[in-house]
């Protein structure tokens, strides 16, 4: 058994998004329930959330869109953006209480006090772009983590995997130049999902080229297209990049019951590729991840799917 | 649309007495394919492609001896000995359209924009094309595309417009697809938005038919 964090907060509930909309609080509340009746609570290492520290958050966005992002909430605008990005007064303070969440995860692992953690946080991160809001995105999550592990941590190498169902553009574009940082994402194929981009011919660019890499799945595949793509592609890239530590942009909407896109993962097929993760988080990096909630809309499987995944990084 | 809006202007150009390996020189460089031959004040005389180059260069199958003498006499070709003369052209006022017609007709890849008076103005290429393509596609936006068979009569499109717009979600471009079964469409809105199951949840209500993705297309070869 491995020792696993959980940075969850009641208050990343606080981030209301109106009423239909599929970034909801209820996310939580059930990835909550299905980790309590599973009795996995006890089992984890719970890490407080505490608002992340401004230059921190610079490290990826720029003081503008952050002052912006800020205003916005104050001034209950609704949206950040587009009107996919709905805020609420108090969505400025939430997504800066993911951020810092996740980096108490970071230091609590570096500090060799746990061997991974699972961040269930809202809002999610992976579509935020420098200095713009999309697909439901405020904060880069994932990315301000990269850049904390470089700069506080002085870690070399940092491995990104984002297998959310939708191409993580913030972080890719953010860390194009950066070959210390690898950013792998498996998605379904752009010319038939949200956002259009994250076509395999992108692969960073300057000294960065060849640490970004993207896959992607055809809509109707499932299973035996990810398999088969994270053996050919993530594999031999990992084990020539050799990170030091994983961070996982954990998305959920790949979910062939999950509504937001045409693809059919299996919850088989989810714990397959958990497994693997774990596989090469020890094989690369003693054990160092770092999984971060991204999508997953579908309130009936998430339960189970988070189920599977903390289990996995437990190791039971 | 006007060429004039599409066309690229920095053309670089040759003369007719500049030597054919010169202008294949100034081709691979800069990665063109068509270089305008022009005399003084920009008149255009006549255009020559890297195509018309390789046809005048020496066989690759020729021996050693051969090659060098072929390849003096490359010295001495110039440009106005391979060049189109009299080119077809285009006019800063004629149309996108107009260019995409013109090459589909007479298959050519580019055509020099001149002026009345027959000055080169700049050149509309398939690259430019390819651009305003890429542009009028919403690729640059993030987005969604998402697909509906329509009966082909009036009023299809105002029922998918409003109902997406009921949804607040904006449009990136909207491609219509003519080629498909008897009396129907394929209607394609780039929707910009992440949001997609809630617009085509409400248009499945409405009772339009959403196409596989793996069924979309927006132009095949006519069916025999």
Known sequence: ?316 | MFIDKSMTRDVLTVSPETGILAAQTLMAQNRIRHLPVVVEDDILVGVVTDRDIRSAMPSSILSEAEKASEERRLAFIKVKDIMTANPVTVSPAQTLEDALLMMQNLKVGAFPVVDPEGKLKGIISMRDLTRAFVNVLGLQEPGALIGIVVENKQGQMKKIVDAITEQGVSFGSILVSRMWDEGKRAVFPYLLTTNISKVKNRLRELGFTLLDPMDWYLDQLPKR
């Open chain 1, 1 to 316: 058994m491995r020792r696993t964090g959980l940075v969850y907060d009641e208050r990343f509930k606080l981030h209301k998004t109106g009423p239909g909309h599929p970034e909801a609080p209820e996310r939580l509340t059930v990835i909550l329930r299905g980790l309590e009746a599973a009795d996995l609570l006890p089992k984890l290492i719970p890490i407080p959330a505490t608002a992340a520290e401004m230059r921190w958050v610079e490290t990826v966005h720029s003081p503008e869109y952050i002052h912006r992002f800020e205003q916005a909430c104050l001034l209950d605008l609704g949206e950040l953006d587009s009107a996919d990005n709905q805020i609420c007064p108090q969505t400025y303070e939430t997504a800066l209480l993911a951020v810092g969440g996740i980096l108490n995860a970071v230091d609590t692992l570096m500090e060799g006090k746990i061997d991974n953690a699972f961040c269930a946080v809202r809002p999610p991160g992976h579509h935020a772009e420098r200095s713009e809001a999309l697909g439901f995105c405020f904060f880069n999550n994932v990315a301000i983590a990269a850049r904390y592990l470089q700069i506080r941590w002085k870690v070399g190498r940092v491995g990104i995997v984002d297998f959310d169902v939708h191409h993580g553009n913030g972080t890719q574009h953010i860390f194009e130049g950066d070959p210390n940082i690898f950013y792998y994402s498996i998605h379904e194929h752009p010319s038939f999902a949200y956002p259009g981009t994250g076509r395999e011919f992108e692969k960073g660019s300057g000294s960065g080229l060849e640490t970004t890499l993207n896959s992607t799945i055809l809509p109707g595949q499932g299973d035996e297209e990810y398999r088969r793509k994270i053996m050919r592609d993530l594999v031999p890239a990992f084990d020539e990049f050799m990170p030091e530590v994983i961070l996982l942009s954990a998305g959920f909407d790949a979910h062939v019951a999950d509504d937001m896109s045409d693809i059919k993962l299996s919850t088989e097929g989810f714990s397959w590729i958990m497994k693997r993760l774990f596989r090469m988080a020890v094989q690369y990096a003693d054990g160092r991840l770092i999984s971060v909630l991204e999508g997953g809309y579908s309130l009936d499987v998430l339960p189970e799917l988070i189920r599977n995944h903390v289990q996995i990084l437990l190791d039971l």
